[in-house]
């Protein structure tokens, strides 16, 4: 199959997409937990804020890994 075909451009164009979708949903994650952790009232909150903004951002790289493997060379 040829990433000139038709249907494959449609679901490399729809995975595109999607990785767009789900960057921006972390990324909004990551903005609400940075605002938690601006706001704690105490080191236990603002632990587990930085608890989730580090998960988010490895689940960020793991979607640019993923992303990065799924895209033909030289794109």
Do not use: C, W, Y
């Amino acid at each position: 199959m040829s990433i000139t075909d038709p249907p494959a451009q449609e679901r490399l164009d729809d995975l595109r997409e999607l990785f767009h979708r789900l960057n921006n949903q972390l990324g909004i994650i990551l903005a609400h937990a940075e605002l938690l952790e601006s706001k704690a009232g105490d080191d236990v909150a603002r632990a587990r804020a930085s608890q989730v903004m580090a998960s988010v951002l490895d689940a960020m790289g793991t979607a640019r890994e993923i992303r990065s493997r799924t895209e033909p060379a030289g794109e």
